[in-house]
T-cell receptor, first 112, second 112 residues
């Protein structure tokens, strides 16, 4: 079985500040890990993914995430928040060629 | 451009009625998925299909039904047996060998 825990249902940052969204997973086999972003009343857009290889993954819009096997974590970061980053972010895990399991999401609020 | 089309974007249903949500993709993807999204609960898997004429129940299949008669189409029927159908429904697909999903823009169903 696989599961995802996202710490914090809401994260607030000021524009220009560091963004850190936390994700921990459990998986019985080497996982594939994903971050998606969702704007209101829209579908999910893939930000980045880790499958194999380099553990630091760069995605779109300046986001990156680091896979840390020892900590079972895949935290999402961005050095400087922009107002347009305000959205809901979902971490997801896949073990083998199976379905994705999603976390409950973290709403990122960006203030001027 | 290839993509996934969900229709309608908004749907209202009276209690006791069945309603069908459409999901069409022109990405030539083999696998298709239906998720339900409720505030604070993330995405929960309803049904998925990895090949035409075959589908499997997800975590919350009760009160829902699907069909997969064509590769391009994976309609979801919300039946009157679904006790709390008001939610945002997301359809996704995946090509063979791909990691992660491509999502549609969702259908918001409201029971009135």
């Amino acid at each position: 079985a696989q599961s995802v825990t996202q710490l914090g249902s809401h994260v607030s940052v000021s524009e220009g500040a560091l963004v850190l969204l936390r994700c921990n997973y459990s998986s019985s086999v080497p996982p594939y890990l994903f971050w998606y972003v969702q704007y209101p009343n829209q579908g999910l857009q893939l930000l980045l993914k880790y499958t194999t290889g380099a553990t630091l993954v760069k995605g779109i819009n300046g986001f990156e995430a680091e896979f840390k096997k020892s900590e079972t974590s895949f935290h999402l970061t961005k050095p400087s928040a922009h107002m347009s980053d305000a959205a809901e972010y979902f971490c997801a895990v896949e073990s083998g060629y199976s379905t994705l399991t999603f976390g409950k999401g973290t709403m990122l609020l960006v203030s001027p | 451009d290839g993509g996934i089309t969900q229709s309608p974007k908004y749907l209202f249903r009276k209690e006791g009625q069945n309603v069908t949500l459409s999901c069409e993709q022109n990405l030539n993807h083999d696998a298709m998925y239906w998720y339900r999204q409720d505030p604070g609960q993330g995405l929960r898997l309803i049904y998925y299909s990895q090949i035409v004429n075959d589908f499997q129940k997800g975590d919350i299949a009760e009160g829902y039904s699907v069909s997969r008669e064509k590769k391009e189409s994976f309609p979801l029927t919300v039946t009157s047996a679904q006790k709390n159908p008001t939610a945002f429904y997301l359809c996704a697909s995946r090509g063979r060998g791909d990691y992660g999903y491509t999502f549609g823009s969702g259908t918001r169903l409201t029971v009135v």
